[in-house]
């Protein structure tokens, strides 16, 4: 296990898995076709990709998978494409390895795993769908992927909105120690709607705070991101 891993555990962190359905350990021929499916699938829709491609270091290469992994400022990251189709993401929540940063500096009583910004959920959530749906363009995947988050690190921590906001009235804080959220898709539903699907596990985390949010309220915050 790297540092790198071992650092992003430590604290808050997402798992995020792309598979199709179907496993067959051949379905990418090259290395070097996993690494440009990442470089051309990567999304950027809000001032850091995701995955963070970094064209200044070539990802690492082993038998059946290529691999780039990052811990800059507060941004603790690493990622993995197999040639079975498979990818793989595994970063820290940036709000919880501030005390490393100079580009996002803690402000005074600030605490390693204490909030989560609903708006940062949102951003995710539509990240991942996003990069799927552009994965699956680029690999050949067959009919149908699934797409698994797990989220660490959630217990007593506080959602929080955007100062733009009007903020809670209540404090909701989780009892639960990780979110978990696996689903199936037809690669032609990940195609034509990836948006859409982030909506539903956007509600489904933030209720684990006691957070009843609507589908209204998650497209809202969606719209903020360019299309």
């Not at 051949?26 to 290395?31: E, H, Y």
């Not at 404090?171 to 539903?200: G, M």
């Amino acid at each position: 296990m790297s540092d790198v891993l071992n650092k992003v555990r430590s604290r808050g962190s997402w798992t995020v898995r792309i598979r199709p359905v179907e496993f067959d350990s051949t379905r990418v021929a090259k290395l070097g076709e996993l690494v440009d499916a990442v470089r051309t699938s990567h999304v950027e829709l809000r001032g850091w990709d995701f995955p963070h491609f970094d064209y200044k270091t070539a990802p690492e290469r082993s038998a059946d998978y290529v691999e780039q992994q990052l811990d800059w400022e507060h941004y603790v990251e690493l990622w993995r494409a197999y040639k079975s189709g498979q990818f793989i993401s595994i970063s820290a929540l940036w709000g919880d390895w501030r005390d490393q940063s100079q580009l996002w500096a803690p402000n005074p009583g600030w605490k390693a795993g204490a909030t989560l910004g609903v708006e940062d959920v949102i951003f995710r959530f539509v990240e991942v769908f996003e990069f799927a749906a552009r994965w699956a363009r680029v690999i050949p995947v067959g009919d149908e992927m699934c797409v698994e988050f797990t989220l660490s690190g959630l217990q007593n921590r506080a959602i929080e909105l955007n100062p733009k906001r009007m903020g809670f009235r209540f404090n909701y804080v989780s009892s639960a120690k990780e979110f978990k959220w696996a689903q199936q898709y037809s690669t032609s539903l990940l195609f034509s709607a990836p948006r859409e699907n982030a909506v539903t596990p956007s509600i489904a985390l933030l209720e684990l705070f006691g957070w009843d949010t609507t589908e209204e309220f998650v497209s809202d915050v969606q719209n903020e991101l360019p299309n």
